[in-house]
């Protein structure tokens, strides 16, 4: 298999004919030796070279004194010498005509702005000749099929298609001494370093098409083209699990505290959208990915959410019924037939409803007849097996009664509680290659993204599952297409991405920040994208006020048109709740007062009114851009409360019709939109269309930062932003 990206072959990192180790040394203490003995010990069929600007030997090995001696061809470079000469050693690399080399070297740019100049140059020449780089500051490549360990690490791993990478070289060890002690192997192991040419995007496409991988492992500090990541990864997740850790969870990108939706939209939330919907497993530590490791790597397909608990103690199963009821996951409920069954053949004092007690004193049989019964009930699609050690307890043998389970093909996860006295059981689990964890909550977190990534891979493959909608919001908009163009509105809508231009242009030309309302407003730029705003009139004298009072229709609010003045409450050029036509000439004097107090007098004698909206349910839509992944759209409730409660769902552009709905339905104040206690049903279809003219808005707009539109107002008939904020990227 031969795999390429830009014209570069790949494939030599991973299955090279001939390697040279470039700073291989006859000291055990340089990780030029390092690397060349690790190559030689672990098998390696190809030709192997050291080069040394010494010359000498290795053991009986002649080392060459420069790349360019070698008269025989060679496929990878392994480059281990001074970070100060390795942009030589690469222009030597190039003249031999080799298409890979892995540069273990530290001192680039993690160093500082010396190394990053290194790194520039490095990188020009491996433009120049046509070489794919890896690292430079990393571990090293291992590729257990080809019994290449082109790195320093200590060891080799077992032979399995479970494929790594990671930004880490500190990680990477940790994993490989983790997986030799859990009996899991690796297909390819790839440290990416500082990443100065080959990039997760990279590793990521050859991944994908690779035979010798069936699951994807990552570890990431930063992704450096969000946009092709999602559409790669997506691509990976619908054909095997992509696993991944991503540091700098709580380190939030360019903060804002202007609006409602910079202080939602962390970059961590824009992460999490983008692993989403990508697939990607999200795995929030170390000790996940371990976790979720074993959980994929042996298990069969789950097909469904429903759980049995079998246990020989009643407080871990009813703590397991707890966790699993706080999960997407749902306690299994046996057939009739099944807890018969279990009634004959378990003691009295035994609990046959899920979770099931097989008491204290229950042995290896008792857990043999149980997860017999359970197992072949068509209601249970996985089975958690609880066990602490009690003095009747069979560790051993109850530990390998759950490996002969494994011919149900129905998800196991094993938790023996302790330590010393259940170490036995949890090894005779882990050789049988049966998921096995410390703790309950541990187990069902991973069967729960088992059962979460299976959803996926049906969602991306619909002649798989079920044609009944399973969201009961899909009822009010089945008749939609499910293949939707990113966005029906605002799409190819030319006059309507011009007209918002020329707003910003006007905003950036008196270095306005912020568009808020008034003449060209952010009322102006929602219209134009067919999202429902309030009605408004500008700039009105008082002679006319009454008259175009009328048009509108009251209850109104009045707003001072008055130059220059960035908080009209602050000054009191704002009145809401007017009623009549009396009280619309009050507030009109009383706000022109107080606006001229302030000193401010161009425009002062004019107001904007706006008709109020009553009743309906106050919800919440912000979009923000992530200079990395597109832009975040944002729903929830609305109101003064949206950070607070923290209610909201997400997902990044574009955004479909279907996709808007199941935003919609993901909340979880969706009680409130469906008619709760009396109110009214909400237009979802109205709802859903502001939310793809945002996403269309933003796709469009990429001079927008933040947009904040709350509240929205939603009734059975429409769905109508009351006010808006737009802040611009300056």
Known sequence: MIITNGGYILNNFFSPKSIAVIGASRNKKKLGFLVYENIKKYGFSGKLYGVNIKGGKVGNKKLYKNINDIEEEVDLAVVAVPASVVPEVIKDCGRKGISSAIIISAGFSEVGANGKKLEEQILKISHQYGIRILGPNCLGVIDSWSKMNASFAESMPDKMNISFFSQSGAICTAILDWANANCIGFSRFISLGNKVDVDENDILSFLLQDAKTDIVLGYLESIDDGVRFMSIAKEVSKQKPFIMVKSGRTVQGAKSISSHTGSIAGSDLVTNAAFRDSGIIRAKSIEDLFDLSKIFAFSPEMNGKRVAVISNAGGPAVMLADIISQSKLKLAKLDNKTKKILEEKLPPEATVHNPIDVIGDGRADRYETALEEVLRDENVDSAVVVLTPQVMTEIEKTAKVIARMKKYKKPLAACFMGGEKVEAGREILEENKIPSYDFPERAVKSLEALYEYHSFVHSCHPERSETKPKNPLEKHQRKRSIHLSPCEIGRNNKTAKEKVRQIIISSFAKKQRVIVDGKDSAFDVLDAYNIETVK???????????????????PLAVKTSAEGILHKTDVGGIKVGIRSEGGLQKAYYSILKRVKKAGYYEGADRVDIYKMEEGGVEIFL?????????????????????????????????????????????????????????????????????????????????????????????????????????????
């Open 536 to 554: 408004r009139i500008y700039g009105i004298g008082l002679d006319d006020l009454s008259i175009e009072a009328g048009k509108i229709g009251y």
């Open 622 to 730: 912000g979009a923000k851009k992530d200079k990395n992944f597109g832009p975040l759209i944002i729903f929830g409730m609305g109101g003064i409360f949206v950070e607070a409660m923290g209610d909201f769902s997400y997902k990044i552009a574009p955004v479909t019709h279907t996709q808007a709905f199941k935003m919609i339905g993901e909340i979880k104040s969706r009680k409130v939109l469906e008619g709760y206690r009396g109110l009214p049903e909400v237009n979802k279809d109205k709802i859903a269309d502001a939310i793809t003219g945002l996403s269309q808005l933003m796709l469009d707009l990429p001079e927008i930062k933040e947009i904040d539109i709350n509240p929205l107002k939603a009734t059975d008939k429409k769905c109508v932003a009351v006010d808006a904020k737009i802040i611009l990227d300056l």
